[in-house]
């Protein structure tokens, strides 16, 4: 097999493909034996039809159009690993010779990662968030703690924000009663920010046996984006007590028994997620310098299909709560024009990194694994809340093993750009990323574990 590769711009080629006749052998006579059981002909059992006389009641072109359905694809991918070009998209591939016993010819065009050299990315300086613990810390995390164990107590007063009330809800249009807008019995806090609009301005004053309605948009159901009156009828209005912070406390909302031990307890942790959060912070500032270093042009079809995949994903999203789409968006505090904005920045800069990442991956020589892989099914599978064997099962069936395996390397090379840049804090103390594996592991910094551990970790704060 003879391969030219003519470029026809920084992102697409064309494959001129030539393959003597004798290394289609293995497919044509695959081919033979799956005409042979689909063709009926009399005087012989299915399967057992000789090829000559398939030739003579079907002719040879049949035969052809098999082999090459069968071989082409695989003759592709050899020309793509003799060439060593990356594609990033299918290919369009049409045969343009035929020479039966002799030889095809066949061209392939398809997208490619461009070529281009990885700068050298030793040393850079970015700086991270500090990892010091103040009392702020702490008190917002008690107060979060808190809130978990407070009480709801039934008041004889209006509701004001902050205050849980219990209501009917019923909608009209016109006088005429809205079956599917109707909920008994909802229990609401007064502020929380409904994205029924104008439901937090109504219950503001209501008290217990009163009746109010106002106007608003549906955001859900056959009706959603008609204007409908609201009626509310308030049942019961209650007021959130929390608990002292006290022993008392410490013992009923840890395994504590005062409440020092677990005001220490959570400043150990929120160190150990600042060290965490460090180490993302640098993994990610470091890959964004080098990326600031390279023009790489971005082929149409990688980014259309990345494109793609995230409005697809956005519209799975407002499917699955219920909304419509101008409520899903005002729910998130922006907008469809603004969120397909960021899809296309995002999207380039995606690209973009995992070119990067992935030449980095191969110089580097990284790989994954059987335990790394293993890891990130059981991570993937707790975060989705389904059984790991389950989640590797349906990525095995659906081919996306190579997927998850691609994540992982480019993990590896994401904590490779870090672990390499000069970072500092913004108390412009100096960070030691392999000091901070060992701290999180307590384990020595010579020893991989610690710094797979908080991998780990790192991958969990940036899924986030």
């Given at each position: 097999?003879?391969?030219?590769?003519?470029?026809?711009?920084?992102?697409?080629?064309?494959?001129?493909?030539?393959?003597?006749?004798?290394?289609?052998?293995?497919?044509?006579?695959?081919?033979?034996?799956?005409?042979?059981?689909?063709?009926?002909?009399?005087?012989?059992?299915?399967?057992?039809?000789?090829?000559?006389?398939?030739?003579?009641?079907?002719?040879?072109?049949?035969?052809?159009?098999?082999?090459?359905?069968?071989?082409?694809?695989?003759?592709?991918?050899?020309?793509?690993?003799?060439?060593?070009?990356?594609?990033?998209?299918?290919?369009?591939?049409?045969?343009?010779?035929?020479?039966?016993?002799?030889?095809?010819?066949?061209?392939?065009?398809?997208?490619?990662?461009?070529?281009?050299?990885?700068?050298?990315?030793?040393?850079?300086?970015?700086?991270?968030?500090?990892?010091?613990?103040?009392?702020?810390?702490?008190?917002?995390?008690?107060?979060?703690?808190?809130?978990?164990?407070?009480?709801?107590?039934?008041?004889?007063?209006?509701?004001?924000?902050?205050?849980?009330?219990?209501?009917?809800?019923?909608?009209?249009?016109?006088?005429?009663?809205?079956?599917?807008?109707?909920?008994?019995?909802?229990?609401?806090?007064?502020?929380?920010?409904?994205?029924?609009?104008?439901?937090?301005?109504?219950?503001?004053?209501?008290?217990?046996?009163?009746?109010?309605?106002?106007?608003?948009?549906?955001?859900?159901?056959?009706?959603?984006?008609?204007?409908?009156?609201?009626?509310?009828?308030?049942?019961?209005?209650?007021?959130?007590?929390?608990?002292?912070?006290?022993?008392?406390?410490?013992?009923?909302?840890?395994e504590f028994d005062s409440l020092e031990e677990l005001k220490t307890s959570i400043s150990e942790g929120a160190r150990r997620n600042k060290?965490?959060?460090?180490?993302?912070?640098?993994?990610?500032?470091?890959?964004?310098?080098?990326?600031?270093?390279?023009?790489?042009?971005?082929?149409?079809?990688?980014?259309?299909?990345?494109?793609?995949?995230?409005?697809?994903?956005?519209?799975?999203?407002?499917?699955?709560?219920?909304?419509?789409?101008?409520?899903?968006?005002?729910?998130?505090?922006?907008?469809?024009?603004?969120?397909?904005?960021?899809?296309?920045?995002?999207?380039?800069?995606?690209?973009?990194?995992?070119?990067?990442l992935d030449k980095i991956v191969k110089a580097e020589e990284l790989g994954v694994s059987e335990q790394e892989l293993t890891n990130f099914?059981?991570?993937?599978?707790?975060?989705?809340?389904?059984?790991?064997?389950?989640?590797?099962?349906?990525?095995?069936?659906?081919?996306?093993?190579?997927?998850?395996?691609?994540?992982?390397?480019?993990?590896?090379?994401?904590?490779?750009?870090?672990?390499?840049?000069?970072?500092?804090?913004?108390?412009?103390?100096?960070?030691?990323?392999?000091?901070?594996?060992?701290?999180?592991?307590?384990?020595?910094?010579?020893?991989?574990?610690?710094?797979?551990q908080a991998d780990d970790s790192a991958e969990d704060k940036t899924d986030e």
């Open positions: 097999m003879k391969t030219a590769v003519e470029e026809l711009s920084p992102t697409r080629v064309k494959l001129t493909v030539e393959v003597p006749f004798d290394e289609l052998r293995p497919s044509l006579d695959a081919a033979y034996k799956k005409v042979a059981q689909q063709v009926r002909v009399p005087g012989f059992r299915p399967g057992k039809v000789p090829a000559r006389i398939i030739e003579q009641r079907f002719g040879r072109a049949v035969v052809l159009e098999e082999t090459l359905n069968d071989a082409v694809p695989k003759l592709y991918g050899q020309a793509v690993d003799e060439v060593d070009v990356f594609p990033v998209s299918q290919p369009d591939i049409e045969v343009t010779k035929i020479e039966d016993g002799d030889q095809i010819e066949f061209t392939a065009e398809v997208d490619i990662r461009p070529n281009f050299d990885v700068p050298d990315y030793q040393g850079a300086e970015v700086t991270v968030d500090s990892a010091e613990v103040t009392d702020a810390d702490v008190d917002t995390q008690l107060d979060a703690l808190r809130q978990r164990f407070a009480t709801l107590t039934g008041v004889e007063r209006a509701a004001t924000g902050g205050d849980f009330v219990v209501m009917d809800l019923r909608a009209e249009i016109d006088g005429e009663n809205i079956e599917e807008q109707q909920a008994n019995e909802v229990s609401y806090e007064v502020g929380a920010g409904s994205v029924l609009q104008g439901l937090d301005d109504a219950l503001e004053g209501m008290s217990a046996g009163e009746e109010k309605s106002f106007k608003t948009e549906l955001v859900g159901g056959a009706n959603a984006g008609d204007e409908a009156d609201v009626i509310i009828s308030v049942k019961s209005v209650k007021e959130k007590v929390l608990p002292e912070l006290d022993d008392e406390f410490a013992q009923l909302a840890s060290l965490i959060d460090q180490v993302v912070q640098a993994r990610e500032k470091a890959l964004e310098a080098l990326l600031e270093k390279i023009d790489i042009p971005i082929p149409d079809s990688a980014f259309k299909a990345e494109v793609d995949a995230r409005k697809h994903n956005l519209e799975h999203q407002i499917a699955e709560s219920g909304l419509s789409r101008d409520a899903y968006f005002r729910l998130y505090q922006t907008t469809e024009e603004e969120r397909f904005k960021e899809f296309d920045d995002n999207s380039s800069r995606a690209i973009k990194a995992g070119f990067v099914v059981v991570r993937r599978a707790m975060e989705m809340g389904v059984q790991p064997n389950q989640l590797a099962q349906h990525l095995a069936d659906n081919d996306q093993l190579t997927l998850a395996m691609v994540e992982i390397v480019r993990d590896k090379a994401k904590a490779v750009v870090g672990d390499a840049a000069k970072v500092v804090d913004t108390d412009g103390n100096e960070v030691d990323l392999k000091a901070i594996y060992t701290e999180i592991n307590g384990e020595p910094p010579v020893e991989e574990a610690a710094e797979d």
